[in-house]
Nanobody, 120 residues
Framework: QVQLVESGGGLVQPGGSLRLSCAASGFTFSSYYMSWVRQAPGKGMEWVSGIASDGSITYYAESVKGRSTISRDNAQNTLYLQMDSLKSEDTAVYYC?????????????WGQGTQVTVSS
């Protein structure tokens, strides 16, 4: 079955960086648009960034544009999100998602998530 296992979260100071990873299995990873979505404390799910199946097109929410880079390694079935210049409002559980539609609330299906906390 589909498995999406996120890692790389943690506690980081404002202005710091993190690199999230997502190991995918159970489906043909290279055939799917993939994305990152997040849920901040007390809030709903928010789409963050997406990437085309071949990595040729990337998409970013305005809230992270210029501070984040999404990438993928189809040979390793792995999705990444490099986040720089982190802010307290980036604190959330970050989920890797299979499928969905960029810039919408169609998030597809997602994994268990990894916690990112930005605090001094």
């Amino acid at each position: 079955q589909v498995q999406l296992v996120e890692s790389g979260g943690g506690l980081v100071q404002p202005g710091g960086s993190l690199r999230l990873s997502c190991a995918a299995s159970g489906f043909t990873f290279s055939s799917y648009y993939m994305s990152w979505v997040r849920q901040a404390p007390g809030k709903g799910m928010e789409w963050v960034s997406g990437i085309a199946s071949d990595g040729s097109i990337t998409y970013y929410a305005e809230s992270v544009k210029g501070r984040s880079t999404i990438s993928r390694d189809n040979a390793q079935n792995t999705l990444y999100l490099q986040m720089d210049s982190l802010k307290s409002e980036d604190t959330a559980v970050y989920y890797c998602a299979k499928g969905g539609v960029p810039y919408t609330r169609d998030f597809g299906s997602w994994g268990q998530g990894t916690q990112v906390t930005v605090s001094s």
